[in-house]
Each structure stands twice: as structure tokens, then as C-alpha cells.
């Protein structure tokens, strides 16, 4: 068995990253065209920060996938968003049915009232993970999430090996061998 299986996620959130990065930079270039006496440092200064943006929030999510180890569920969306959930925290992850909304939200996003958490690149291929604890997550504002929606472009082989390493955990004892000391 392969020590870590890594899974691809959605490209529609990417893809719309670029057009908007795209059009930024369109945008700037013609305001240099058109305003030929426009600062030189502050220009640069803005084209830098928008080429770091576009890196961090366009070209990471192309470099990054979601792990899954013996042990952990590692979910990734670029360099800005990681996750290690231990297979012995997870209550259970399944297929998301058609019960999820129609259009779930793209990139990381947990609605105000609900208590799940969405890491998503596209809409298709959604799996949900609900968690033992709730846990707060800093890209949420630190509001607490119990579910986890995410995509993978191949769920049914995500699915099977989730299956297999959640099988290699050892088996829960309900009382331990010195149980009876202990009270």
C-alpha cells in the first residue's frame, strides 16, 4: 500500500483567478500607457504585489493536492489554506448527495450560522467529512466547523482508499485491560 495517495481538486476557481488576475494587469498596463508621466516606484511597487497575489491565489492551487496518508486526511487549497484531519477524528466522509446546495461556493468559504466549511476548487466530485470536535479554522475567522466540503476529481478511487486506510486503524477497546484499577 502506498504510503500517501494525493488527489487533484477543481480547477474552476483557478481559472476565474486568472481572468481577474488578467484584467488587472490589463488594467494597469493601459493606465501606464495612457498616463506616461505616472510614477515609476508606485507602479512598480503595485505591479509587484500584484504578481505576488497572483502566485500566492492563482498558481499555488495548480501545485497543491489533497493527501490522504495511513493516518491523516490532508486537505490543501494553494500555499494559503492546509488541514490534517487524523482519520480516528473523522465521524465519516461520504459522497456529498444531491441534498448539498446547487451551487456550492468556490475557494474557502463557511457561511455565517451553518457549521460547515467549504475548501472547494469546482463542483463536481464533492465529498464531506463530518468531524468527532469542532474546530476553528483561521481562514474562517476562526469560526468553528463540524463538516468539511471539499472536491476531488476522482471521489469513487478517494472514496475506496479512505476505505482501505480507515480499515488499518486499530480497533477501538471499549475497556482497557486495567480498567478495573483505575476505579
Known sequence: MEKR????????????RFALFALA??????????????????????????????????????LTEHWLTRSRLILRQGWYFRVVL????????AAADETMPLRAPLGIHRPLGQPTLYVTGGRTGLVIVR????????????????????????????????EERRRLLPPVQADRADADLRE
Open 86 to 93: 487524523p482519520l480516528s477524528g473523522i465521524v465519516s466522509l
Open 5 to 16: 495517495l494525493a488527489f487533484a481538486y477543481g480547477r474552476a476557481l483557478v481559472l476565474s
Open 131 to 162: 468531524l468527532e470536535e469542532p474546530r476553528r479554522f483561521w481562514s474562517s475567522f476562526g469560526l468553528q466547523a463540524t463538516e468539511i466540503v471539499f472536491d476531488v476529481d476522482d471521489r469513487e478511487s478517494f472514496l475506496r482508499g479512505y
Open 25 to 62: 494587469f490589463v488594467l494597469v498596463a493601459a493606465l501606464l500607457a495612457i498616463a506616461p508621466n505616472f510614477p515609476v516606484i508606485p507602479a512598480g511597487l503595485f505591479l509587484g504585489f500584484l504578481a505576488f497575489a497572483t502566485l500566492l491565489f492563482a498558481v499555488s492551487p495548480l
